[in-house]
């Protein structure tokens, strides 16, 4: 079984900080990808990453895979209320796909 | 904007019963998924669906589980005498393309188990 880590599992900041989420594995995937999903829905994609090395911005949001494609990060620039939810990170090896344990945001106004 | 959709919204049943949890695809997608995701836990992969036949499934998917896709249009999984682990949220995706291309999420159904 891969096992995707992130941290931190919980992360309440204040609006305008700056955050950082960790996604870490010891196990090698071919792309990685980050979700978002709110309370009674199910994930909705926010990117995904392939090359090692990888870094791709969506906005205020920065998604990094690492070079050894076995970890990701992801940046959010000034947080805003309405970035509150739950990140999921998903890696995908052969084809089947692994989703993080997650790291529940709360951005207070 | 296309979306994904399941019925029922929510789905209580007694131990030992079968369930059938039904999608609908996005219609020109290609690739159908099952996920699930038990409360406060991670949403864990169960099934991938390609060209009328299973293309990936999990550990989970044991033979209590099934998929078909009966029509041109839903997309069902059925779980055969339900045991009280099964208590999850399980949601649908599809996909036009294969794995990078992007999943799009059902709202999910909330099985519980009695």
């Known amino acids: 079984t891969q096992l995707l880590e992130q941290s931190p599992q919980f992360l309440s900041i204040q609006e305008g900080e700056n955050l950082t989420v960790y996604c870490n594995s010891s196990?090698?995937?071919?792309?990685l990808q980050w979700y978002r999903q709110e309370p009674g829905e199910g994930p909705v994609l926010l990117v995904t990453?392939?090359?090692?090395?990888e870094v791709k911005k969506l906005k205020r949001l920065t998604f990094q895979f690492g070079d050894a494609r076995k970890d990701s990060s992801l940046h959010i620039t000034a947080a805003q209320p309405g970035d509150t939810g739950l990140y999921l990170c998903?890696?995908?090896?052969?084809?089947?796909?692994?989703f993080g344990t997650g790291t529940s945001l709360t951005v207070i106004p | 904007e296309p979306e994904v959709t399941q019925t029922p919204s929510h789905q209580v049943t007694q131990m030992g019963q079968e369930v059938i949890l039904r999608c609908v695809p996005i219609?020109?997608?290609?690739?159908f998924y099952w996920y699930r995701q038990i409360l406060g836990q991670k949403v864990e992969f169960l099934v991938s669906?390609?060209?009328?036949?299973?293309?990936?499934k999990s550990e989970i998917f044991d033979d209590q589980f099934s998929v078909e896709r009966p029509d041109g249009s839903n997309f069902t999984l059925k779980i055969r005498s339900t045991k009280l682990e099964d208590s999850a949220m399980y949601f649908c995706?599809?996909?036009?393309?294969?794995?990078?291309?992007?999943?799009?999420f059902g709202p999910g159904t909330r099985l519980l188990v009695l």
């Open positions: 995706a599809s996909s036009e393309g294969w794995a990078q291309e992007t999943q799009y």
């Open positions: 196990s090698v995937f071919s792309s």
């Open positions: 990453v392939v090359t090692g090395g």
């Open positions: 998903a890696g995908i090896t052969g084809n089947q796909f692994y």
């Open positions: 219609s020109n997608h290609l690739y």
């Open positions: 669906f390609y060209n009328n036949e299973i293309s990936e």
